[in-house]
């Protein structure tokens, strides 16, 4: 019988790791495989059957979709490293009242705006993930204190739910062999404890973030060592 690969994708900022090693850390019976997706493509990519889920920036039109809430992300600014907000721990509106915004021009576009602003030019906003994912030492990034933060989900396509998708969904939420299905209902209203998750404002997105085409291969087998497909995206071997 041929393995089934769950495809998993993820926009920038995301660091999918920790679920990669939950998915190997029990005997499965299918691979699984994860693959980044630019923010501008997370919806497109579902729809064209490119990814199976995808880990996704909200909002997303989700009329076809299950939408499982996860973690927020703390918004930031980027400045360049001589302009005075890089002098502050966190930074408020008010703070930017004589500054120049440098704002998207495509969903895209964040590491080129953090090079905008390393030359001197104004500052910019985005996800404190985003930030960190394009630090540079002629940048620095600061928490913006009195914005509203966004937040990850995790969708698939309703016509498309099956036991395969949900195994995952219970690995995001920490689901162990021990425990039930019989919250999921009500689980699906709650957000993941950033705590839990390793992202979000309580934990203060510790750790580098993934995304923007680089990837590795993975192992489930119990191997240290790294298989890369040629699409270079996350692979794991299900278990033996």
Sequence with gaps: MET???RVGYVPGVEPDR?????KSARREAWLELAPVPFSR???ALQGGEVDMCFVRLPIPADDLHVVALWEERPAVVVGTENVLSLLDEVHESDLADETEILPRDPDDAADRVAVVATGI???RMPLSLARLHHRKDAAHRPLADAEPTRIALVWPRASDDELRQEFV???RGRT????RGSDAADSKR???PKSSGD???SGERGRSSGGGRSSGARAAGSSRSGRPARSNRTTRPGR
């Design 42 to 44: 997370q919806h497109e």
């Design 4 to 6: 089934r690969t769950l």
């Design 170 to 172: 219970g690995v995001v």
């Design 200 to 202: 979000g404002k309580r």
């Design 19 to 23: 679920f990669l090693r939950r998915w």
């Design 177 to 180: 062999s021990r425990s039930g």
């Design 191 to 193: 957000s993941i404890d």
């Design 122 to 124: 104004g500052y910019t």
